[in-house]
């Protein structure tokens, strides 16, 4: 059986105590539904290429299951909201599907087309 895992992402907050609620709220969500929070991106104001962070954690996850001869797993992106993602799921979707904490929404990524679909808990 593949694991459920999630790879929490975020914008640096200005302050911490803002960035430690989010990434806990991160944490609740993951639990929820059932996926292990097994990181969480946190990208600073001059941090280059957020987005494409994002990607390289996802991939490192893919490279470390084939190294162990494990099928890629499935991932599940969660964010507070769709801000975090330049309001642009399908860039997220392309590799993963993706979950909003506010408004708590999914985000699937449609096989054929790789077109994000929004989807109402």
Same mark, same amino acid.
Do not use: N
């Given at each position: 059986?593949?694991r459920?895992i @999630?790879?929490g992402?975020?914008l640096?907050? /200005?302050?911490p /105590?803002?960035? !430690?609620?989010?990434?806990? $709220? *991160? $944490? !609740?969500?993951a +639990?929820k539904?059932?996926f292990?929070l097994?990181?969480?991106?946190?990208?600073g104001? $001059?941090?280059d290429?957020? *987005?494409? $962070?994002?990607? &390289? @954690?996802?991939? +490192?996850?893919h490279?470390?299951?084939a190294?162990r001869?494990?099928?890629?797993? !499935?991932?599940l992106v969660?964010?507070? &909201?769709?801000?975090?993602v330049?309001? #642009? %799921?399908?860039? *997220?979707c392309?590799?993963?599907?993706?979950?909003?904490v506010?408004?708590? #929404?999914l985000?699937?990524?449609e #096989?054929s !087309?790789?077109? @994000? *679909? %929004?989807? &109402?808990?």
């Amino acid at each position: 059986m593949t694991r459920r895992i @999630a790879v929490g992402y975020m914008l640096a907050h /200005a302050t911490p /105590a803002r960035q !430690s609620y989010a990434e806990q $709220r *991160i $944490r !609740s969500v993951a +639990c929820k539904h059932g996926f292990q929070l097994v990181r969480t991106v946190v990208i600073g104001p $001059r941090m280059d290429r957020p *987005i494409g $962070r994002l990607l &390289d @954690a996802i991939d +490192c996850l893919h490279a470390a299951a084939a190294a162990r001869g494990r099928p890629k797993p !499935s991932v599940l992106v969660i964010t507070p &909201d769709l801000e975090h993602v330049d309001k #642009r %799921p399908a860039t *997220i979707c392309q590799v993963a599907d993706l979950l909003t904490v506010h408004p708590e #929404r999914l985000w699937t990524r449609e #096989r054929s !087309s790789g077109q @994000a *679909i %929004p989807v &109402d808990l």
